[in-house]
């Protein structure tokens, strides 16, 4: 196989010569060219002749292929988010200091504000001498 693939192929021969040029689908066993292997299109119908690529990703959905440059990128191109939303992409995120940073004074912010509301509320509670009276203050 001079191409550098490692598919089924079947062997032709034309003008006393043998050429080994097309791929056979696995489900369909229809034959495509090789330059059809590996070129982001399902020309199989089952995405055989896509599967064992390296130059793509396939959306979680698995309707689409997108060019690997592509995967989190920054920019949704699968309907399911699955090129940008993955624990790749993830991990590129939150290695950043800056976004680490805010999310604790975000998060702490948030829990002192939290506990501020709390505290008055509890106090705006009259003391009450019972809990049917309690619960008509507080309704």
Not at 121 to 131: L, S
Request: with cysteine.
């Amino acid at each position: 196989d001079t191409t550098g693939n490692s598919y089924l192929s079947y062997v032709i021969r034309s003008h006393d010569s043998y050429h080994n040029d097309f791929f056979v689908c696995e489900k369909s066993s229809k034959c495509i060219p090789y330059s059809a292997v590996c070129d982001l299109v399902d020309d199989c119908g089952d995405f055989a002749d896509e599967t064992r690529c390296t130059n793509h990703f396939q959306c979680a959905n698995k309707m689409l292929l997108i060019p690997k440059p592509n995967k989190c990128d920054g920019i949704f191109h699968c309907l399911d988010f699955s090129d940008e939303c993955n624990d790749e992409c993830s991990k590129q995120l939150l290695d950043g200091w800056y976004l680490k940073l805010m999310s604790w004074v975000y998060g702490i912010l948030a829990l002192l504000l939290n506990t501020t509301n709390i505290c008055r509320c509890i106090m705006k509670i009259p003391k009450c001498k019972n809990t049917r009276s309690l619960s008509n203050k507080v309704w």
